[in-house]
């Protein structure tokens, strides 16, 4: 009783090497990782990265700290009336601005998308757009609508709304884009037209996503709101920023202290939203590695069967799903009423727009000098070593803060402490690093190591929870302990999304340590702010003319590697 | 035939709540006999396979396997033993990511300390020992291949090189074939089973079959709602009869059962999966 497949050519094995061959794709790896390897060591030295400094400067931070205690709430010209205010005009600007977002997204995600898009020419110019409204920062979109309209929500609104595209666009896209191709088949197989035929297969697989995704988009923007009231784009930034310009640490710490609370509720909702709208499809727990999806279909439907029902029935899911829509509008409807937004003059101001984006063009490259590749050198430096050395520790902590590895208590401690962490907003992370270790890009780089951590550390251990449970245990019964069990099953389906968050994060970090500047933790930002203040608006222009190209060369890069390791 | 069992159970009962997956279930396993265990979806045979490697713990009663008492065994004695059972799923279970090799390869995780990541971090001897059981199920050229660009049945190959790599004593296969084509099936049944008696290893195997069971199995053992109905040699008996056998236990399944009276969401079951089984035949 032998066998009788014989593909191998006898022999072959003796021949055969054992270890992987050299592929063009190895190679280019191989070639990204050197290359990493290099510039993180290069902005080490550059940076003068080292934990010995923070501790000296932590006395210093803790006199800081000290002098912002206990937190007022309120002081002699700003009432605590006054503060809920401004807050309640900034949750309105995120929310507003989110609104816009997403309205303008989801007509962009399904031109973008490949199985949607009228026209490949379509989609590219589509997803340039998206790209664009990612690459120019929500603060320079702020100013130069500060500039058309004048100081108020709107600014704040517009930037939030316009920048949040360049998020939603593309993940709405690759969203759409992820759609099962067989349903679609089938639809259009039936005879269905090509719009008949999204709407019928593509729109309810996008659908969840694209109302979860802006949800979690508004999670961002509040925090940005708060940055953007520093420029004068409305709500209780521009407040924060009186309080520390003169020096009243303690209401300065108050209002953060509101925002960081307002910002963990909001969080918290919006995850609970989310996962009433995605649902808990996938079974996550490591234990369970054979499916019973067999019993669980059986008890499902259990409604009585009514033959002259036509419409379903309000179980509590659908109630509660039906509910969300209404709850959408009525939001919305108070954050409009709240913003108080002055449509007409919106409506009569696109001279005044053009006019403010003019100003920037052509940019001015010369004039600064020096001071503009140094700083952007300094940011990207700063971005880097806050990507490498933040993202190693969140690697860490992401072990702890996926359901299927750690132990439950851990893992909620873990994930609640990165909530609160996520919660601070960067700048004032900054600040504080400022004052313990003085001003400089190694502020810049502890405070993004601080944000890349709450932030990284999130994303990647969603990513190791999406592991498959059926090879674990697979592996599980060949004997393998738990620590190789994890690194044999689940570290490998992770790694591609884990290295394209940790490119994302280089992104996301580089356009933050542009703004770090403004208070002191050096890069760019300092001269942004300097040109934003002397309305040296062509040398700006040259700024975001050159974060522009940076973050499109980041971008292609990510992109890359995330298809190699695909 | 050899007389020592390797796996012995004796009035092993298991109940997940209300359910009773195993009902007093007796049964002695010698070193390299191959065992096909038959019986309709929803009968115990998975179960019994996971109270064999220390997956499931069972609720009462007795079980030896190669001189572990599983019931009792702690964690590093279950992992212990586990490394001497291989197991084979219905839906291969391969770390799709990873290169066919480096799959195999796992298999050792219980042979080497410390986690693994990548080719290279195995030893060469065990690349070369990876490498020539790749080759025995005929996928040497796939070494390199990622195991989720497989075709099923090069996916279960690929899972069984994966058993072999732990140098079993017991494999255990949980309807291996069950997601294969007819001509595939045979041909990954034929390869299973003899690397298993060129390596005199003991075989337990779920099969819904008859014919698959009767060309391989020296024993099959029947199961309906946990418990053992069926315990013969196929060599004795000819195929004709088992399928007559298992037939006869199939009907008396589809009939309504004073026990459970006849609940509704099992009706239909049996009857599906007595067609596909007859499908199968
Ligand atoms: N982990 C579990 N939790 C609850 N019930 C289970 C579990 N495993 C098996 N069962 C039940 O035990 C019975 C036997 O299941 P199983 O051993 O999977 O049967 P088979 O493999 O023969 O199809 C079924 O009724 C099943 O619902
Ligand atoms: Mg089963």
Redesign the interface.
Known sequence: ????????PAG??TQ?R????ITRLGVGLGILAVGALVLIVVSWRATGFGVGVLFSGLGEMWTFLRSTLPPHFSSADYSLGHMLGDVASTVSMAVLGTALAMVLSIPLGFLAARNTTPHPVVRAVARTIVTACRAVPDIIFALIFRDALGIGVLPGILALGLHSIGMLGRLYGDGIEQAPPGPRQAVMASGAGRLQTICASTVPFASPQILSNALYRLDINLRSSVVLGFVGAGGIGFTLQAAMNTLQFQLAIGIVLVMTVLILIMELLSALLRSALIGNDTVRTGRR??SFR?QSR?RGNTMPFDPGRVRPHWTGARVGKASIPYLVLVVLGLAWWDAQVPVSELLSSPGAIAHAVTQYFPPDFTTAGSLLRQGMWQSFVTAVMGTFVGGLIALVISFFAARNIANSWVYRVVRVLLVIGRSIPELIVAIMFVVAVGPGVLAGVFALIVGTIAFLAKLMSDNLEEA?P??R?????????A???????V???A??GIVGNLLYMLDVNFRASALLGIVGAGGIGFLLAQTVQTFDYRTTGAIVTTTFVIVLLIEQLSNWARRALN | MTTTPVISLRHVSKSFGATQALDNVSLEVSAGQMVALLGL??SGK?TLL?TI?G?HRPTSGEIRVLGTDVAAARRSEL?????????V?Q?F???????A?ENVL??A??RVR????G??SYP?AL??E???RL?R?????R??QRAGTLSGGQQQ?V?IA??M??QPQILLA?EPVASLDPETSD?VM??M??IC?EQNITVVVCLHQVDLAMKWAERIIGLREGKLVLDVESAAVDKTQVMDTYRRVLDEASEPDPATGGEA?RDAEPVSTYSSARQAI
């Open positions: 009783m032998t066998t009788t497949l014989t593909e191998t072959a094995v055969q054992v270890r992987p061959p590695w054979i067999k059986s498959n059926g090879p245990g697979a592996i599980r019964s060949t004997g393998a302990g620590g190789q069990e994890v690194v044999a099953a570290v490998p389906p790694l591609p | 979806s929803g998975s996971r490697n997956l992992r212990m033993l586990r490394r001497q059972v291989g197991f799923f839906q279970e391969l770390v799709g990511r990873l290169t090799l796992s298999g995780l219980g410390g986690p693994r990541l080719t290279m060469l690349r070369k990876a490498l020539a080759e199920v005929g996928l040497a050229d070494a390199f190959r899972a994966r058993a790599m732990q949980d041909q034929d390869l089973f003899s008696q969401p």
